[in-house]
């Protein structure tokens, strides 16, 4: 092709970078790529033979190729290298032109770039894109922020190359500034907070009832054919059986149980802290992340009989039953969490979201892509500004009906010693909401001992402070 008569360029030909330009190409667009690592660009320029493709060995080569005014997209590692990507763009290219990060930005930082490229006459967009290796190749959900102007160019682009689930693209224009990563974020938060249960169940299964891997595998898939669907439901099934190549094992029980983390699920607890905005499930499976990393404390601190399990004695059948209506019911709270925060980042950040859209476009592609979002779009559908999903009554019933399989597998986990933080903190954040009276009463007494911090009373409006001492 000649020069300038490509569509899109993409700058970090990664996993991600490299899949989504063959993504974007089996949809009829010319897409240039551009990485800094040479032998990337070879890569594509192997993949590239027969499409209109563009491996280009250099940034000039790249910009050149592209149709004016020009669309470029990075996928690049977040935090300095999108800056430095940034940094070589900005004196090569004309007002008009527009950058999109579809990397895993933190939210401030796309706020901040947004600013600058606007100095610089550019258009910007944070864009979430999740799904992996496979859903940057064969349909991503992708969550765009930024100028609504900026989306009108790509929308063509991203809705061929998104995921469709019953014909509608797993993509919508979000919101302006950092709608988009911020959206992502808290997609990772749930993802986190589900990653979590599921790991929790399997504790318990393997624990507490002797599980054998491919008891295992078999039970996750029959979970998946219910209620709990879901890819990271699927995906657990199909770990249990994967062999590992180096040992007669299977791989699950050759992998070190330290979990790691980029980061995005953290912000997501982050900021719902400073939204004042209770995500407890977000929160624990970060710290449950933590915990598992400090290995050499969790040996040293096994040396005592704590903590270490006993084999469960009761009605097996029966506790596994409860495991997966427990399991439900803690799923929903998290998704429940993640979607009230959505609402809370909307209405302090301006963004304007639209949850109902939002549970749409999770519906496929992403990693959180479960059969619960029909039933969370709907229930946005009805009631566009609920704060809690537990608001809507087909929900509140849902989590009510199987609360008591969540007190009975939290009960039976702690009595076996088995950890059960994000089971438990979920049992807990239901109980406090269903609860008419806390203890809160007891906190602000005691603020305003220590501190006069005040109180507010049942029988009369203000503020008041006891001198505590006097009687
Ligand atoms: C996605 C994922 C992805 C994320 C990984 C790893 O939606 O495709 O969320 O963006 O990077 O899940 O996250 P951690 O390394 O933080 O676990």
């Known amino acids: ?101 579809g990397g895993n930005s933190h939210f401030r930082d796309t706020d901040a770039r947004l600013k600058r490229l606007a100095e610089n006459k550019l258009l910007y967009m944070g864009v979430g894109v999740s799904g992996g290796e496979k859903g940057a190749r064969y349909g991503p959900s992708i969550m765009p922020g930024g100028r609504e102007e900026a989306y009108a160019r790509v929308r063509p682009i991203f809705e061929a190359a998104a995921a469709q689930v019953e014909k509608e693209p797993c993509v919508t224009y979000l919101g302006p500034g950092s709608a988009g990563h911020y959206v992502k974020m808290v997609h990772n938060g749930i993802e ?16 507490g009832l002797g599980l054998s891997d491919d008891e295992l595998s078999d039970l996750f898939a029959e979970w998946n054919q219910k209620e709990l669907n879901g890819y990271l439901m699927e995906i657990s099934s199909e770990i249990f059986k994967h062999r590992d190549e180096k040992t007669e094992n299977r791989l699950i029980d050759m992998i070190l149980d330290e979990a790691r983390q980029k980061g995005t699920g953290r912000w997501s607890a982050q900021d719902a802290l400073e939204l004042e905005l209770p995500a407890p499930n977000i929160d624990i499976a970060v710290a449950a992340r933590y915990i598992s990393a400090r290995s050499d404390e969790r040996r040293a601190i096994s040396g005592s009989d704590i903590g270490h399990g006993t084999a ?46 939002i549970a749409r476009i999770w519906r496929g592609g992403c990693i959180i892509r479960a059969a619960l979002l029909n039933d969370i779009r709907r229930a946005f559908h009805e009631k566009k500004e609920l704060s809690n999903l537990l608001l809507d009554a087909t929900f509140e019933e849902r989590v009510e009906k199987r609360l008591e399989s969540l007190r009975f597998v939290v009960g039976t986990a702690v009595n076996l010693g088995i950890p059960v933080p994000g089971l438990g903190v979920a049992l807990s954040y239901m109980d406090s909401f269903r609860s008419p009276w806390l203890p809160a009463n007891l906190i602000q007494a005691q603020r305003d001992l220590f501190g006069a911090h005040t109180y507010e009373r049942k029988d009369e409006k203000g503020v008041f402070h006891t001198d505590w001492e006097k009687g």
């Open 192 to 207: 986190y907070g589900v990653m979590q249960l599921i790991a929790e169940s399997y504790h318990i299964l393997k624990q």
């Open 1 to 101: 092709l000649k020069e300038q008569t490509y569509g899109l360029g993409m700058i970090g030909l990664g996993v991600m970078g490299r899949n989504l330009v063959l993504n974007i190409s089996d949809h009829g667009l010319a897409v240039a790529g551009y990485d800094k690592d040479w032998d990337k660009v070879q890569e594509l320029r192997k993949e590239a033979q027969e499409r209109k493709i563009k491996a280009a060995e250099n940034l000039e080569e790249l910009i050149g190729s592209l149709r004016v005014p020009r669309t470029i997209m990075m996928l690049v590692p977040a935090g300095g290298p999108v800056d430095s990507v940034i940094g070589d763009l900005i004196p090569r290219l004309e007002p008009g032109d527009l950058i999109i990060d």
């Open 312 to 357: 469960f004695g009761g009605d097996r059948k029966s506790l596994v039953a409860y495991l997966r209506e427990a399991v439900y019911a803690a799923t929903i709270l998290t998704y429940s969490q993640g979607f009230s925060q959505l609402k809370a980042a909307s209405d302090a950040y301006d963004y304007g979201l639209n949850l109902e859209e």
